[in-house]
């Protein structure tokens, strides 16, 4: 009976693990994601340049920051275009770690009233282009969530870079994320059995 409970705790234990590391891999690794920091005069835009744009590295060109002008915010008040007068880029180096798996996650819409040719955004993992987005620009944004799945070799580069007409006029991108991906949720099917040996088996019934 000792060894079986030994056995039982010993389960348990990796299951918290499991599931401390579930809790963890929601944690977003990109810093300044949805573009809040610095924050400019609302319904207003400038282009911010190299070192300007909180935790992001800025192409030669700049980055265009627009706080719910010529259009609103995915998330919070602001958002950027990387078309400013020239294309530009955007870069971030992320913390991951080596081996494991990550969601990259974003929000995009294409410039209002303007075509798809001169919208489109490119992402890059560690300069190897991911894909390319592009929609044709409504009377009012029409954000769309785009999720990546991409394998880190540790301190990854994310890059996001206008890759539509050189004209001025490019796509907005808001709310970039990369987080780690859960543990299986197959994992935590052990747990009932478990805690059943602890005297919850009747609570686990009901749930089920």
């Given amino acids: 009976m000792e060894i079986a409970m030994k056995k039982i705790l010993a389960g348990l234990a990796i299951i918290l693990g499991v599931s401390a590391q579930a809790h963890a891999a929601g944690v977003n690794l990109v810093s300044n994601g949805s573009f809040e920091n610095p924050d400019i005069q609302s319904g207003s835009w400038t282009i911010l340049y190299d070192g300007d744009l909180t935790n992001w590295e800025a192409g030669e060109d700049g980055v265009e920051v627009r706080d719910n002008a010529a259009g609103t915010a995915f998330d919070g008040d602001q958002f950027v275009e990387l078309d400013t007068t020239h294309n530009s880029s955007i870069t971030q180096t992320l913390a991951t770690t080596a081996g494991s798996s990550y969601e990259l ?7 209002i009233s303007q075509s798809a040719d001169t919208n489109a955004i490119s992402i890059f993992w560690n300069g190897v282009m991911v894909d390319t987005v592009t929609a044709i620009g409504g009377a009012q944004h029409d954000w769309v969530v785009y999720t990546f799945l991409v394998d880190a070799v540790g301190n990854d580069i994310l890059t996001f870079a ?5 004209d001025s006029f490019g796509g907005s991108l808001d709310a970039v994320s990369v987080s780690a991906v859960p543990v299986p949720a197959a994992a935590f099917l052990f747990a009932p059995a478990l805690l059943g040996f602890m005297g919850l088996r009747r609570k686990t019934a009901k749930i089920a």
């Fill in 105 to 111: 996650s974003f929000a995009y819409s294409g410039r």
């Fill in 162 to 166: 206008a890759n539509g007409l050189d």
